[in-house]
């Protein structure tokens, strides 16, 4: 009797397995290299031990050191953001704050226009002076 259905299902749990085995070691390496405390030897040695013993080593480094790696994640986290928000800054700071700049300017101007310290005249000079 054969159960080609069984069989199917068989082949793809093992295939998942496999997957989420290759992601789990990846993740693994990704960590021991993402780590400032460890020296060079340490991660060596880590590297070889999952290398050689590919089960024990990546189950160990989890039991061990699995605590820390999600500190590390969110630090890693913090630290991306914080570059993209400087460089948010830093773009927006050489274009766009100019454009932030001349709003404030042009908001401030025509404030001295409805308060009748700038004429007609002097508010539009003063209006194509901000905008050149």
Known sequence: MSHPLLNAFWMMLWFFLWIMWFLLLFRVFADVFRDRKLSGWAKTGWIIFCCVLPFIGV?????????????????????????????????AGSD????????AELTR????????????????????????
């Open 109 to 132: 101007l025509a404030g001295l226009k409805n308060d009748g310290v700038l004429s007609e005249e002097e508010f539009q000079r003063a209006k194509e002076k901000v905008l050149a």
């Open 59 to 91: 189950f160990v480094y989890l039991i061990v050191r699995g605590h820390s790696m999600g500190e590390r994640d969110v630090d890693q986290a913090r630290q991306n953001q914080e570059q993209f928000d400087d460089y948010i800054r830093k773009t």
């Open 96 to 103: 766009g704050g100019s454009k932030t700049d001349t709003g």
